[in-house]
């Protein structure tokens, strides 16, 4: 009995070191081997040597390639071969070996584990580089580039046209974030949700867009109408759209620089004040002959203002400049047909009113030999009055009609001058005004109106011999074609228009001439005339 519990005894202890045997030799095994269930990279290492498990890992990295997911689905792939991508040995997997302790085998063979490790690797990054450019992605047949929102004319109006998103990537972003995935192992990059796509700098539901739109409708009809007789000089839509803009506010506002120039460019090419113009005299000549006064002349200043209120208003409008000064006519002719001409040299008057010859009489004007010359241009009659007073420096002239119409120089009658016409005025004429026969000046008195042209030349013909005048009272009834001289003198020349022109003439010399007492003083005072009975012009 005590012999049979004794070979038991032996025999569970030769058991037992024989299983310590077993237990250590099985230790001693995974000393150089993973232990089962042993997952690197999803990769089964299980009783793997160190060497068998980077063999494994780096076949495994040979089939490695990255999926590209773009827009819409759409996909390309880059693999390994591509890129000459390869693993590294660098003592990872003998790390995680060296966390197993073989002691514990039989537990981690009830308990596997799997690691994880950033396998080293190589690679070529311009073969990386080449091979995504050959991607569908950045086919340049197939590339749809972005564009922004923008305004179209739609009919006669404007609309917003819709932003093109388009397919193009920023290729240096999608570059640095494949070289990062390939680093990291990743086996997807997907390029909408990084963000790799252009997109458009400005979007169909920009503020300032929509709000440029509302204004450009506003002013999509609108055109600004200048008249000038028969002519007219149109701002159009596409003008007015040039010249506008929006502020950071989305105020509209509008270039004035190009308001200002505009304007500049209507009165170059329409005053006609001091400029020169042809012109056909009573007599058939053609001379050329300065606005010296008269003549139209845009108000450069008032119409900037006023064109830019017009605009900002946004209603189109059809008017007249902002004028300084105004004339008798537009076309080509500014005068008209309601004037006064003087022929110095002849000696001699007419008046036209609506094309009729109302008067045609002999004057007496500046006396030449004290040089009084009477001034040469056309001129804009200043003023009208009766029984005025002219002062001189040292005389005071009574006349029953004065009209003014140059520094002092005017038309009034003159009952001290025993005759009129010819080559009197030479050594008894005026200061430079226009001495004329009461009964004459009486009728002009009654036609004309203040702004009444008074075109003033010397013709090329004298004057024929003087003639005696009898004072008579003023005539009451206005005179129509009845006239002192031959009818060849009388009528208006017809058939040629007086068109300005680009000459430049001068007035002639400035006269000492007398004023009326009951008007401003000029800059310019008379002496007492000695050729005049008393004193008088």
């Known amino acids: 009995m005590r012999k049979s519990r004794k070979m038991l005894l032996i025999g569970a202890i030769i058991y037992v070191l024989v299983m310590i045997a077993i237990y250590m030799g099985v230790s001693v095994y995974f000393m150089k081997h993973f232990f089962p269930g042993s997952i690197i990279n999803g990769i089964d290492c299980s009783s793997k040597t160190v060497e068998e498990a980077e063999n494994m890992i780096a076949n495994k990295v040979q089939d490695y390639s990255i999926t590209i997911v773009g827009m819409d689905g759409k996909e390309g792939s880059i693999s390994g071969a591509r890129m000459n991508f390869a693993y590294v040995a660098n003592g990872q997997v003998q790390a995680l070996k060296d966390t197993q302790n073989p002691l514990v085998w039989l537990y981690a063979y009830f308990n596997p584990e799997s690691y994880s490790m950033v396998a ?7 073969a990386l580089r080449s091979s995504m450019e050959k991607l569908e992605f950045f086919d340049e047949t197939k590339i749809v580039k972005p564009e922004d929102a923008k305004i179209v004319q739609a009919g006669t109006g404007y609309r917003v046209e819709n932003e093109v998103a388009g397919n193009e990537l920023d290729k240096e972003k999608v570059f640095e974030l494949l070289v990062k995935a390939v680093d990291e192992g990743d086996a997807k990059l997907d390029l909408v949700e990084n963000d790799c796509y252009l997109k458009p700098a400005v979007y169909a539901t920009d503020e300032s867009l929509t709000k440029k739109v509302e204004v450009l409708n506003k002013y999509s009809n609108m055109t600004v109408t200048y008249e000038f007789g028969s002519d007219q000089e149109v701002i159009s839509s596409d003008t007015i759209n040039q010249w506008m803009s929006l502020d950071v506010n989305n105020n509209i506002t509008f270039n004035e620089n190009e308001v200002s120039d505009y304007v500049d460019r ?14 056909k005299t009573s007599r058939g000549e053609h001379v050329t002959i300065q606005n010296v006064t008269y003549g139209w002349q845009i108000d450069r200043d008032g119409e900037k203002k006023e064109l830019m209120n017009i605009l900002k208003e946004g209603k189109s409008v059809s008017r007249e400049p902002v004028y300084a000064q105004t004339a008798f006519a537009r076309g080509e002719n500014d005068i008209g047909d309601t004037y006064v001409e003087i022929d110095y040299n002849f000696q001699h008057m007419w008046y036209y009113k609506n094309g009729n010859l109302v008067i045609d009489t002999d004057v007496v004007t500046g006396n030449t030999s004290k040089n009084y010359d009477s001034p040469i241009g056309v001129f804009t009659l200043q003023d009208k009055e009766r029984d005025a ?8 002239t009574p006349v029953s009609y004065w009209m003014p119409y ?19 005025y030479k050594t008894h004429g005026s200061h430079g005004c226009i001495n004329t026969p009461i009964n004459i000046v009486s009728v002009i008195y009654d036609n004309i109106e ?42 208006k020349p017809d058939g040629e228009t007086n068109k300005p022109g680009s000459e430049t003439n001068t007035p002639g010399s400035e006269t000492t001439a007398p004023q009326s007492e009951n008007t401003p003083q000029t800059d310019i005072p008379s002496p007492e005339n000695p050729d005049s009975p008393d004193g008088e012009e």
């Not at 080293?120 to 311009?126: G, V």
């Not at 209507?266 to 012109?279: E, V």
């Not at 140059?406 to 009197?424: C, E, M």
């Open 266 to 279: 209507l009165a170059d090419d329409y005053d006609t004040y001091g400029r020169s113009q042809p012109f």
């Open 389 to 396: 007073t002219l002062v001189g420096e040292d005389y005071r």
């Open 120 to 126: 080293k690797t190589t690679y070529d990054k311009e």
């Open 450 to 491: 203040v702004g009444t042209p008074i075109i003033c030349y010397q013709g090329s013909t004298a004057a024929p011999p003087n003639t005696p005048v009898t004072p008579v009272a003023p005539e009451t009834n206005t005179p129509q074609s009845e006239s002192n001289t031959s009818q060849s003198e009388t009528n």
């Open 406 to 424: 140059y520094n002092g120089v005017g038309i009034h009658d003159a009952n001290w001058q025993p005759v009129f016409g010819g080559d009197w």
